[in-house]
């Protein structure tokens, strides 16, 4: 089957293009996200500080400061602008910063660099850098080793007192989904004390739609307001209606997987190396290709001009394809159980690989040993997040929608109808939070929701990071 041209461009545009482990720096200097970085000119008192220092420079392209042409987290930028982005992406306050006119273009210049967080954010991802590639502390103590006097801290503390080694070595497990998840459930008081059971479900309803939207959107109360004309305007929306949708979305992924197989040899993709390690690429693509096919029967998304389909796709593809694979994740046995399209099977089974009832089971320790030594770390994550993430407790009807808030989400995309994009992603999370009141309760969905927001945040660096390996070139 071949798919419409407006709906994937990144992958099937002119030529066809795959993804490749990346080996060298200069091949990702060629990719569409290096390209779009705006091009910078030394002016002439930048550049006798070039010959004085042996350092080129420019101006930022954030606040216009003096800065070395240096890339920092994919994009050029002064020290103060790579400082502040790290802290906003760490610290998880990218979607709770609101432009403080209200036009999202704000002057971000030397001398008020700091008057609008939300435009100056901006501005830095419009110059190329990328959330993904931001380390957190914990990561940069493994990679660079601890910052200075950190070391001493550490142990002067053991050394004073050896029962302090005990809460340092449960830090080093907060990424355990367990005590994630536990440490998550205590915020759920601080919900109830605003959704009184003493109401009736139409007002407690009413309080917590307004409460999920701003929970889901920016992880905090009353952050995001939602007008009582809009909640009039989707009024309509209700459980049974976010129950059929999820039903045609499961019937939809489920036609995806079945016409288009990892297999497919008009397009010389296979789901092995002759080397017997998985082609990691083939079988990213064809993920991609299935979540394009289950978006092709979306009126909203169809409607949307080929610019802004594009937009949203090369920024939330990865993501909603993971979430869609989850649906397959086993909790108890830890594994993912593949329903096998007709080509898929054949090619197992002339390749002796065991595929019982048309299905492949496989977990991590299936498919570490059969991928690029580069990916292991990324794919060790994706299987922690499976992990953590059916620990949340997300019924599968409301999986299917999360697909769909997921491919709306237009945090870091520059779109010609953002105003269609945020009507079509509130009403997507209207019917999210309409199917997990059904089955949660109203508290109950606030609190997914609040959880969902990081997890989210948490599989999209994820993914971007994945996306540095696998880096789109041309045949």
């Given at each position: 089957?071949?798919?419409?041209?407006?709906?994937m461009?990144?992958?099937?545009?002119?030529?066809?293009?795959?993804?490749?482990?990346?080996?060298?720096?200069?091949?990702?200097?060629?990719?569409?996200?290096?390209?779009?970085?705006?091009?910078?000119?030394?002016?002439?008192?930048?550049?006798?500080?070039?010959?004085?220092?042996?350092?080129?420079?420019?101006?930022?392209?954030?606040?216009?400061?003096?800065?070395?042409?240096?890339?920092?987290?994919?994009?050029?930028?002064?020290?103060?602008?790579k400082?502040?982005?790290?802290?906003?992406v760490?610290?998880?306050?990218?979607?709770?910063?609101?432009?403080?006119?209200?036009?999202?273009q704000?002057?971000?210049?030397?001398?008020?660099?700091?008057?609008?967080?939300?435009?100056?954010?901006?501005?830095?991802?419009?110059?190329?850098?990328?959330?993904?590639?931001?380390?957190?502390?914990?990561?940069?103590?493994?990679?660079?080793?601890?910052?200075?006097?950190?070391?001493?801290?550490?142990?002067?503390?053991?050394?004073?007192?050896?029962?302090?080694?005990?809460?340092?070595?449960?830090?080093?497990?907060?990424?355990?989904?367990?005590?994630?998840?536990?440490?998550?459930?205590?915020?759920?008081?601080?919900?109830?004390?605003?959704?009184?059971?003493?109401?009736?479900?139409e007002?407690?309803?009413?309080?917590?739609?307004?409460?999920?939207?701003?929970?889901?959107?920016?992880g905090?109360?009353?952050?995001?307001?939602?007008?009582?004309?809009?909640?009039?305007?989707?009024?309509g929306?209700?459980?049974?209606?976010?129950?059929?949708?999820?039903?045609?979305?499961?019937?939809?992924?489920?036609?995806?997987?079945?016409?288009?197989p990892?297999?497919?040899?008009?397009?010389?993709?296979?789901?092995?190396?002759?080397?017997?390690?998985?082609?990691?690429?083939?079988?990213?693509?064809?993920?991609?290709?299935?979540?394009?096919?289950?978006?092709?029967?979306?009126?909203?998304?169809?409607?949307?001009?080929?610019?802004?389909?594009?937009?949203?796709?090369?920024?939330?593809?990865?993501?909603?394809?993971?979430?869609?694979?989850?649906?397959?994740?086993?909790?108890?046995?830890?594994?993912?159980?593949?329903?096998?399209?007709?080509?898929?099977?054949?090619?197992?089974?002339?390749?002796?690989?065991?595929?019982?009832?048309?299905?492949?089971?496989?977990?991590?320790?299936?498919?570490?040993?059969?991928?690029?030594?580069?990916?292991?770390?990324?794919?060790?994550?994706?299987?922690?997040?499976?992990?953590?993430?059916?620990?949340?407790?997300?019924?599968?009807?409301?999986?299917?929608?999360?697909?769909?808030?997921?491919?709306?989400?237009?945090?870091?995309?520059?779109?010609?109808?953002?105003?269609?994009?945020?009507?079509?992603?509130?009403?997507?999370?209207?019917?999210?939070?309409?199917?997990?009141?059904?089955?949660?309760?109203?508290?109950?969905?606030?609190?997914?929701a609040?959880?969902?927001?990081?997890?989210?945040h948490?599989?999209?660096?994820?993914?971007?990071?994945?996306?540095?390996?696998?880096?789109?070139?041309?045949?």
């Amino acid at each position: 089957m071949v798919l419409a041209d407006p709906i994937m461009p990144m992958w099937h545009h002119e030529n066809e293009k795959v993804w490749k482990s990346q080996s060298e720096k200069s091949e990702f200097h060629k990719s569409k996200n290096y390209q779009e970085t705006p091009q910078l000119e030394a002016n002439p008192v930048q550049q006798s500080e070039e010959t004085s220092t042996g350092k080129s420079t420019i101006d930022c392209p954030v606040c216009g400061d003096t800065a070395i042409a240096h890339f920092h987290y994919g994009g050029m930028c002064c020290y103060s602008c790579k400082a502040f982005f790290r802290r906003v992406v760490n610290t998880y306050k990218a979607t709770k910063y609101k432009c403080r006119s209200g036009t999202g273009q704000c002057d971000v210049s030397l001398a008020n660099r700091r008057s609008c967080q939300a435009c100056r954010y901006k501005k830095c991802i419009a110059a190329g850098m990328k959330p993904g590639l931001v380390l957190s502390d914990e990561q940069c103590s493994k990679r660079f080793g601890p910052r200075k006097g950190e070391a001493e801290e550490r142990a002067s503390a053991e050394i004073g007192n050896n029962v302090l080694e005990q809460p340092e070595k449960k830090s080093e497990k907060i990424c355990n989904p367990i005590i994630r998840v536990e440490r998550e459930a205590a915020i759920e008081n601080e919900f109830a004390v605003l959704i009184d059971n003493e109401k009736s479900y139409e007002e407690q309803n009413k309080i917590g739609r307004t409460l999920f939207l701003s929970l889901i959107s920016t992880g905090s109360v009353n952050a995001q307001k939602i007008s009582e004309e809009q909640l009039e305007k989707l009024d309509g929306l209700n459980d049974n209606l976010a129950m059929m949708l999820s039903f045609q979305i499961d019937r939809q992924l489920s036609n995806a997987r079945k016409f288009l197989p990892f297999c497919q040899p008009s397009k010389q993709r296979q789901l092995f190396l002759p080397t017997g390690q998985v082609n990691t690429s083939d079988v990213l693509n064809t993920l991609v290709e299935q979540t394009v096919l289950l978006l092709k029967h979306n009126k909203h998304f169809t409607s949307l001009s080929k610019a802004d389909q594009t937009e949203l796709m090369e920024e939330n593809v990865m993501v909603a394809s993971l979430i869609s694979c989850f649906q397959l994740y086993n909790q108890k046995h830890k594994n993912i159980t593949w329903p096998l399209a007709e080509a898929d099977f054949m090619y197992l089974r002339t390749s002796n690989i065991k595929a019982s009832n048309t299905r492949a089971t496989f977990g991590l320790q299936d498919v570490l040993p059969r991928i690029d030594s580069e990916l292991k770390k990324e794919i060790i994550k994706i299987f922690d997040f499976f992990e953590y993430f059916s620990l949340i407790g997300v019924p599968k009807p409301a999986l299917n929608l999360i697909i769909l808030v997921v491919i709306f989400s237009h945090d870091n995309c520059n779109l010609e109808d953002k105003k269609s994009v945020e009507e079509h992603r509130c009403r997507y999370l209207l019917l999210l939070f309409e199917c997990l009141s059904q089955t949660e309760g109203v508290l109950g969905a606030c609190n997914i929701a609040y959880k969902l927001h990081g997890v989210l945040h948490d599989l999209d660096r994820i993914c971007q990071l994945l996306g540095q390996k696998m880096v789109c070139v041309k045949e």
